[in-house]
């Protein structure tokens, strides 16, 4: 077989040919959206003005993003340095997944030159929305200056990857703390619609609510992209043997710190439940709903991760990393679309339109094309020969 053959063959996989039909639809989406406007292609009305696109592109986008300041504080301000090959790909993947939350966010704004008004034209200062949109644009420059020395390494700017390199602690600080601000005040954008929300899932504890389950995304998306690399011939080729003999011990500390965070959040629920006294909504259907999610996707899983982390089943740890995601998508899509205008009669009620499904699966193409992209050019998986004793 000729080379150019072998490169045609080895460009029609499986993925590349379903990720480029999407890419096509999303771009055909992307024109009828900006040129229709957002009427077009949602079903957003009145009583429903935010939909998929904030429920799953922002508020899941943010909350899985969150393996970058996990893992990140996890190695250099806990001092766990012999998971610093799974650094680059967390903080690769939680700056990618801002940047397009950020992308995402442009169709439901629909005025991207206008991004900036917050901060340089009229600050609303009052506003928790301010909040957000400041903390996610700060900490998406931080995400950017932590990424930043793979990148120079492979460009071999050795000057200015060296400075960034001296303010890793520096970043890793204050991506925390940033971290720490915009997570929590996701789930306070919620607090000032008490009468929509279902009272089982609005709280005014909320941010903290936020907060807590975005650590265990944070430690889940670590480790389903780490199961999901691996299974990528393209991203296993470029795995240092370092990285692989660290693989085992991450998902076993990880799953650890999964199992104690999630039986943390079961408890601060229930305690958010015992401070409102909404006890007798639980035997309503509503009440049903809400123990699925609660008991399925974060009691369950933080006793599965106790289960796998003792008895060193890594199977068992990655499909509950896979299981805590999910749950974490679930509370989000709850809050934000499902248990929200709850009291409408079905016909009023929000559903996603197939242009706005289109949108968010063109987003997340965009995000894993990107990811494997970088990934197979830059020093991610592995340690650039020329900074190999740094660590």
Same mark, same amino acid.
């Given at each position: 077989m000729s080379t150019e053959a072998q490169t045609k063959q080895s460009l029609m996989t499986p993925f590349n040919v379903i990720a480029g039909l999407i890419l096509v639809l999303g771009v055909v989406l992307t024109i009828w959206r900006f040129a229709g406007g957002i009427g077009a292609v949602t079903n957003l009305d009145n009583n429903n003005p935010w939909g998929i696109w904030i429920g799953f592109d922002l508020l899941c986008g943010v909350a899985l993003a969150a393996g970058g300041y996990v893992t990140s504080s996890a190695v250099y301000l806990f001092g766990m340095k012999k998971h610093h090959a799974a650094v680059r790909p967390a903080i690769l993947t939680a700056f990618l997944g801002y940047l397009f939350v950020v992308v995402a966010l442009q169709y439901d704004l629909g005025r991207p030159w206008r991004l900036p008004y917050p901060f340089v034209v009229s600050a609303g200062t009052t506003s928790m929305l301010f909040e957000v949109g400041l903390c996610v644009a700060l900490y998406l420059t931080v995400l950017f200056l932590e990424f930043s020395?793979?990148?120079?390494?492979?460009?071999?700017?050795?000057?200015?990857?060296?400075?960034?390199? $001296?303010?890793?602690?520096?970043?890793?600080?204050?991506?925390?703390?940033?971290?720490?601000?915009?997570?929590?005040?996701?789930?306070?954008?919620?607090? !000032?619609?008490?009468?929509?929300?279902?009272?089982?899932?609005?709280?005014?504890?909320?941010?903290?609510?936020?907060? !807590?389950?975005?650590?265990?995304?944070?430690?889940?998306?670590?480790?389903?992209?780490?199961?999901?690399?691996?299974?990528? $011939?393209?991203?296993?080729? $470029?795995?240092?043997?370092?990285?692989?003999?660290?693989?085992?011990?991450?998902?076993?500390?990880?799953?650890?710190?999964?199992?104690?965070?999630?039986?943390?959040?079961?408890?601060?629920?229930?305690?958010?439940?015992?401070?409102?006294?909404?006890?007798?909504?639980?035997?309503?259907?509503?009440?049903?709903?809400?123990?699925?999610?609660?008991?399925?996707?974060?009691?369950?899983?933080?006793?599965?991760?106790?289960?796998?982390?003792?008895?060193?089943?890594? $199977?068992?740890?990655?499909?509950?990393?896979?299981?805590?995601?999910?749950?974490?998508?679930?509370?989000?899509?709850?809050?934000?679309?499902?248990?929200?205008?709850?009291?409408?009669?079905?016909?009023?009620r929000y559903f996603p339109s197939w242009q706005e499904i289109g949108v968010t699966l063109f987003v997340c193409t965009m995000l894993v094309v990107t990811f494997k992209f970088i990934s197979s050019k830059t020093p991610i998986f592995y340690d650039h020969p020329d900074y190999k004793d740094e660590h």
């Open positions: 020395p793979a990148a120079l390494e492979y460009f071999g700017q050795k000057r200015l990857r060296n400075l960034i390199h $001296k303010c890793t602690i520096a970043l890793t600080v204050f991506g925390v703390v940033l971290s720490t601000l915009h997570q929590s005040s996701l789930g306070a954008l919620y607090i !000032v619609a008490p009468s929509k929300l279902h009272p089982l899932w609005y709280s005014a504890y909320l941010p903290t609510f936020f907060f !807590v389950s975005s650590a265990a995304a944070g430690m889940s998306m670590v480790m389903l992209e780490g199961w999901i690399s691996h299974g990528s $011939k393209t991203l296993h080729s $470029k795995m240092s043997e370092e990285y692989l003999g660290q693989h085992d011990d991450l998902y076993f500390g990880f799953a650890k710190g999964a199992s104690w965070v999630l039986m943390g959040y079961f408890f601060i629920k229930v305690i958010g439940i015992a401070a409102d006294n909404e006890w007798h909504l639980l035997a309503t259907g509503w009440g049903q709903w809400f123990l699925f999610e609660l008991l399925g996707f974060a009691l369950l899983p933080s006793f599965l991760y106790a289960i796998g982390a003792r008895e060193k089943n890594l $199977k068992l740890i990655k499909w509950t990393a896979l299981l805590t995601v999910l749950g974490i998508v679930l509370n989000r899509l709850n809050v934000s679309l499902i248990a929200y205008n709850y009291h409408l009669p079905s016909e009023m």
